[in-house]
């Protein structure tokens, strides 16, 4: 059974640091990872989306990264700022049907 | 206007109550999923939909039915709730998938908080 796991579960880093989200899986068998983005109050906002074939993908200051055979993968935040502040989750997809395991999230907080 | 909407926002019942729950895109994808989220235990799939003919258990589906009324609504109910199943639902959707690339991509709405009591 596919687990996914996320550490550290909350992070406060000062603004302007660059930071790295951890994701790990236990079966390597994915058919892609996405990474979300969840505000309070609010759904969840899709930031970035690696098929298995990929490596990394990026956009703007985040850079998100894939290794299969290890089962891990990582979100780099850039320069980071207070409206980064939210829950950050990642989410293994394991086949044709598209259907997410979630890791339990990390919760980050960017002070000004 | 919200791609993907979802009615009621907020809703408190009581045990045993017959609870409906809907979910509305406007993106054009074929497949729909409802899950659940706890604290401490992440999202958890409880059903999905590739059409309106096609409708699949998901992890946590005991307690739960779903209904596709078109390719834009898909409902989830609770026949008579119970107390653990306080929690934030969310409907999601996607297109087509079998295609390498962003097709993949899961698009959420912004949640029910259903409370019962």
């Known amino acids: 059974k596919q687990e996914v796991t996320q550490i550290p579960a909350a992070l406060s880093v000062p603004e302007g640091e660059n930071l790295v989200l951890n994701c790990s899986f236990t079966d390597s068998a994915i058919y892609n990872l996405q990474w979300f983005r969840q505000d309070p109050g609010k759904g969840l906002t899709s930031l970035l989306l690696?098929?298995?074939?990929?490596r990394e993908q990026t956009s703007g200051r985040l850079n998100a990264s894939l290794d299969k055979s290890s089962g891990r993968s990582t979100l780099y935040i850039a320069a980071s700022q207070p409206g980064d502040s939210a829950t950050y989750l990642c989410?293994?997809?394991?086949?044709?049907?598209?259907?997410?395991?979630f890791g339990t999230g990390t919760l980050l907080a960017v002070q000004p | 206007d919200a791609d993907v909407t979802q009615t009621p926002r907020n809703r408190i019942t009581k045990t045993g109550k017959r609870i409906m729950l809907e979910c509305s895109q406007t993106k054009g994808h074929d497949r729909m999923y409802w899950y659940r989220q706890d604290p401490g235990l992440g999202l958890r799939l409880i059903y999905y939909?590739?059409?309106?003919?096609?409708?699949n258990k998901g992890e946590i589906s005991d307690g739960y039915s779903v209904s596709r009324q078109a390719q834009a609504k898909f409902s989830l109910s609770l026949e008579s709730a119970i107390p653990n199943q306080t929690a934030l639902y969310f409907c999601?959707?996607?297109?087509?998938?079998?295609?390498?690339?962003?097709?993949?991509?899961?698009?959420f709405g912004p949640g029910t908080r259903l409370t019962v009591l």
């Open positions: 989410a293994v997809g394991g086949g044709a049907t598209n259907k997410l395991i």
């Open positions: 939909s590739f059409d309106v003919k096609d409708i």
């Open positions: 690696i098929q298995s074939s990929q």
């Open positions: 999601a959707t996607s297109d087509r998938t079998g295609l390498a690339g962003d097709a993949d991509t899961q698009y």
